[in-house]
Structures are given as structure tokens and as C-alpha cells.
């Protein structure tokens, strides 16, 4: 057996993809898998420290660490019309986004990114962890807040209020899925295991996609204040065809999120490879 350390996000999509590999439902290939879960911002951070063999990533935070992990063609978190959110509490205009104040989920999120590359001069931000920022929103901490994950589908039940959906607005300016988190492999493992992994990894997805309900407790262990249907509209928004394969379609768009970055200032150049195959 070869152990394995892995982290991953406790979100339903996370632990949907995941559930098959760690808990020996497909053939592994003799992999054997050490668990840490945590926030995407906290797995950024340990990734950024070069902690993990695999790990969950927010693609802002790749680009940090691009000379240290290569991203998986499996397991990624694309799509369409599944972008974060900026809301608020009260009536907000676009034009207005540059002076207010700001939660966040983390500065190295990919929704951070998506709202330095649409409002580069809004920098009154403050870091919250994703599921309190709309709490900070209510209780006027910030004038506004970034949301993601399952927060898209509790929002507006809370009175709360959309300023603009920042998927939207990178699917009009570059006709592009929107490229949200990546699975990554530490580039000092051998190739070899490196690509096992990425194969184990497609079949647990696999594996999901047939058995969609095979994983429900696992899920449910780590989303006990979500009900069912959130839960799995959750998984529905962020897992597809570009989570069991990145494909060319999948790739253009990651490139396309650093090269606008790049062009807006709010990214350095990173490095040429960066797919593992």
C-alpha cells in the first residue's frame, strides 16, 4: 500500500467525489488515503506550505503554488451559471462596489480573483469563513458580502439582496466555464503515481455519477445543517463533465482566468505547465 495524505473541502461536492477512493468502493490500486479535511481557504494555506500530496484548491491559490502541484484532468469544480455571488442587504449599485466594505472568503479564493479581475480598485475587504459571511452581511459588519457554495440557494431567504453574479459576468466577458477549485498533485511524486492517482480519482468519480446515493451518509456527516435538496442541488451545481474530465474546453478556461488576471494586474505570470497531462 502507499499512503496517500489528501485533503479536501467537508462540501458536498467534495465528499460526493471523493467517498468511492477513501473508503475502498472502486479499485485504488493499492492507494491508501490519510484524510484532512478543512475549508478551501485553509487547505489554500497548507498547499501554499507545500503540506499535501493531493489536494482541493481554490484556482487563485494555484497560482501561488504552480511550481510545487500540477493540477488533476479529474475532479475540478467548472461549469456554468455556478459563479460566486455578491450580495448585500441593502440596494447596492455596481458603481458603488469599489467604496463598500467587503466579506470575503478568503483572500486567495477564486472568487477573490473573479472580483479583483471585474472591480480591481474594491480592496475594503475582510476575510470571513464562507458560512458567515452572510450573517456579517445582516448584522452590517460588512456592507456586503462574497458568497459561495450552498450559499447561493439560502441567500435570498434571508432578505438578502444580489449586486451582481460574478459568474455571469466571466461568462459574458470571455464566453468561458467558469473555473472555481482544482484537484492538485505535489509535482515531487513520481509520474507514475501521479497519473494513478489521477486515474483512481476519475473512477471514484465515476463511481458517484452510477451511484449517486452511495455516498449520502458521508456527505450528510459533514453538511448536517443542510437539507437533502440543498444538498444535492449543491452537488449538482458544481460537479460535471468537467469534474471527471478538465478536457481542452476545461483547460482553455483555467488559462483564460490566469491570462485575464495577468492582463488586469491582479496576477503574476505563472509557469507553462501546469496540467499533469
Known amino acids: 500500500m502507499t499512503k496517500i495524505l489528501i485533503g479536501y473541502s467537508t462540501c458536498p461536492n467534495d465528499t460526493y467525489i471523493f467517498d468511492a477512493m477513501v473508503h475502498h468502493k472502486i479499485d485504488t490500486e493499492d492507494l491508501e488515503f490519510d484524510v484532512i479535511l478543512g475549508d478551501v481557504e485553509e487547505l489554500n494555506h497548507k498547499a501554499i506550505n507545500n503540506e499535501l500530496d493531493v489536494t482541493k484548491i481554490s484556482y487563485h491559490a494555484y497560482s501561488k503554488i504552480a511550481n510545487n502541484y500540477l493540477i488533476l ?6 461549469g456554468h451559471k455556478n459563479g460566486p455571488l455578491l450580495i448585500s442587504k441593502y440596494k447596492i449599485y ?14 486567495n479564493t477564486t472568487a477573490n480573483l473573479l ?17 458567515d459571511i452572510e450573517e456579517a452581511v445582516l448584522s452590517n459588519e460588512t456592507d456586503a458580502g462574497l458568497i459561495i457554495h450552498e450559499n447561493r440557494f439560502t441567500y435570498a431567504t434571508r432578505g438578502l439582496k444580489k449586486i451582481i453574479d460574478l459568474g455571469e459576468y466571466w461568462e459574458n466577458e470571455t464566453s468561458s466555464p467558469i473555473p472555481l477549485g482544482g ?16 486515474r483512481v480519482l476519475k473512477r471514484s468519480i465515476e463511481y458517484a455519477f452510477a451511484n449517486p446515493k452511495s455516498a449520502y451518509s458521508y456527505i450528510k456527516q459533514y453538511a448536517q445543517d443542510m437539507n437533502e435538496d440543498v444538498m444535492y442541488k449543491h452537488i449538482e451545481l458544481f460537479v460535471n463533465n468537467f469534474t471527471l474530465d478538465l478536457g481542452e474546453k476545461g483547460k482553455n478556461a483555467i488559462k ?22
Open 73 to 78: 484532468d479529474s475532479g475540478s469544480a467548472l
Open 94 to 107: 455596481p458603481d458603488e462596489i469599489n467604496d463598500i466594505k467587503i466579506a470575503i472568503p478568503g483572500f
Open 115 to 131: 472580483l479583483n479581475i471585474a472591480y480591481p480598485k474594491a480592496q475594503n475587504k475582510k476575510e470571513y469563513l464562507f458560512s
Open 256 to 277: 483564460t482566468l490566469y491570462s485575464r488576471a495577468n492582463q488586469a494586474g491582479v496576477l503574476e505570470k505563472i509557469p507553462e505547465q501546469i496540467f499533469l497531462t
Open 183 to 198: 484537484i492538485v498533485v505535489n509535482r515531487n511524486l513520481d509520474k507514475k503515481l501521479q497519473l494513478k492517482i489521477n
